[in-house]
């Protein structure tokens, strides 16, 4: 079960060590993962970082459903649902043994609340637009939930397992950014700003209770700092390396398991469709002409990843490869800045958050696209504070580079006020008709039909699929390898001997 078994649990141990190495999770039954982000809050529903599920995800809050390591979707709070033949009706039967970790029971009444929550008026809920065709949502008893949507969804079940639609107690809901109260098998003891937050084990989880004790996240932005604290014990597993050099190390390293897993996480350069010059198509396919992917993933991934043509990975089943509609070639890209009245140029600023891949593709890019006179003033903006207020929600930028870790996210697109600025009736056409599809094959061409409308308008530069470069101390077994939903579920994780 647990290494080192007879060190004292929950004894401080440190007391002994004081002044020596760090304790090493295991000591404890404990594990401690790192992750780059510190989410503004603990609540996957608010505003909906990706940050935010990564830490309480899985761990701290559940949902009707759930995402498995697979990417399918499976029962969780609910145990079984029916959709009416016209897809318009959702009745789910919940399990009727669960608390929250405050001691309140979780019902019908609790998914409703959480749900209408989601789409009031007043919420903050990022993932908003995924659930607005629910018109009525109905408790008709303790254990029995029926949705009511206005027009047919046939991504609605995957996005009731994402993390943005977590179930919520009432009376918790306006501190669960601080204070989480959930009802997965571990419990928030502890956030220290700017270092880590602090999980152990809840006593009342309804579900087969998790073989750690203790799971903690702690913060490291800096991807030689995470390197170096999982070599020196401080920490067990780096779910994502965000510096793909220093990957291969691990890999020669019998003390680790080093697995290069598919990732959901698309590096895409997002333009403003709204603000000359990049309005003109034009323009946005130049600017894609004059990037040679393969050697930009060399430089800023150590050739680790995909190169990508639209907005999807290979790590998705509607993936599809469009990378040649627009391949390397200056001299066309050349031509359509001359066609678009751009004959010597242009400038622009190019916003990048303080993200390592972010940092280094945007170097390289402005590179590639001097070759074509095209001037990029690059200006960081620290991530995610400024950059989500400033570009995100602000739009006040021409191009920037991000990572859109959100599997299944094409339909951002869209979405009205999304910081693209980007509107095509094709697209948003192609999105109904993929919304009211009653068969996968339907579903699954307009998927493919809706990347394809995105190849050729190109309202971002599609560079490539960021691959989940995993690393974690030999023993541990459990981890996610591959990462269909951007998380760091330690539900299932253990120490073997």
Wanted: hydrophobic share 40%; aromatic share 12%.
């Amino acid at each position: 079960m647990t290494k080192h078994i007879a060190f004292f649990k929950g004894t401080c141990l440190a007391v002994l060590l004081a002044g020596a190495a760090p304790v090493l999770a295991q000591e404890v039954n404990a594990v401690t993962f790192v992750q780059a982000v510190e989410p503004q809050g603990l609540d996957p529903t608010v505003s909906s970082p990706v940050a935010a599920g990564q830490v309480t995800w899985q761990n701290v809050f559940e949902g009707l459903v759930a995402i498995n390591r697979e990417g399918r979707v499976v029962p969780q709070l609910a145990t079984a649902w029916t959709i009416s033949d016209d897809g318009l009706i959702y009745t789910f039967t919940l399990r009727d043994d669960v608390t929250f970790q405050n001691g309140v029971p979780f019902d019908a009444s609790t998914a409703k609340f959480t749900l209408e929550r989601i789409l009031g008026e007043d919420s903050t809920n990022g993932q908003k637009a995924n659930y607005t065709a629910i018109s009525k949502v109905e408790a008709v008893d303790a254990i029995t939930l029926v949705l009511t949507l206005s027009s047919r969804n046939s991504d609605l079940l995957y996005w009731l397992g994402y993390p943005a639609a977590v179930m919520v107690e009432p009376s918790s809901a306006d501190t669960n950014n601080t204070a989480p109260v959930g009802t997965g098998p571990f419990k928030v003891e502890e956030w220290r700003k700017g270092d880590r937050v602090i999980m152990s084990a809840w006593d009342g989880y309804w579900g087969e209770a998790p073989a750690l004790e203790s799971v903690t996240a702690r913060f490291i932005k800096d991807p030689q700092a995470q390197a170096a604290a999982l070599q020196a014990g401080q920490v067990d597993i780096i779910g994502n390396l965000d510096a793909p050099e220093l990957f291969d190390q691990f890999t020669r390293n019998p003390a680790y398991d080093a697995v290069v897993g598919a990732g959901e996480m698309e590096i895409v350069a997002g333009m403003n469709n709204a603000k000359p010059p990049f309005d003109d198509p034009r323009v946005r396919q130049a600017m894609m002409l004059a990037v040679d992917r393969p050697s930009l993933i060399a430089a800023v991934s150590s050739g680790y990843g995909t190169a990508i043509g639209s907005h999807f990975s290979p790590a998705s089943p509607f993936y599809e490869d469009l990378t040649e509609l627009f391949p390397y070639d200056p001299e066309r890209a050349k031509a359509l800045l001359v066609e678009a009245g751009y004959p010597d140029g242009f400038s622009f600023e190019f916003k990048v958050p303080t993200r390592t891949y972010a940092q280094r593709s945007a170097e390289i890019l402005q590179a590639f696209f001097s070759q074509i006179g095209v001037s990029a003033d690059i200006q960081s903006s620290d991530f995610p504070a400024t950059w989500i207020q400033d570009v995100f929600k602000d739009t006040n930028y021409d191009m920037t580079i991000v990572g859109h870790a959100e599997p299944l996210d094409i339909g951002i697109y869209a979405r009205d006020n999304y910081y693209f600025n980007y509107d095509n009736a094709a697209f948003r056409s192609e999105m109904e008709k993929i919304a009211a599809a009653t068969s996968e094959t339907e579903r699954e061409t307009g998927y493919r039909k809706a990347q394809e409308i995105l190849a050729e308008d190109l309202p971002a530069l599609f560079l490539f699929s960021y691959p989940k470069l995993g690393v974690w101390k030999a023993g541990l077994e459990g981890v996610w390898e591959n990462g269909p939903v951007p998380a760091n579920d330690m539900t299932d994780v253990h120490w073997v001997e």
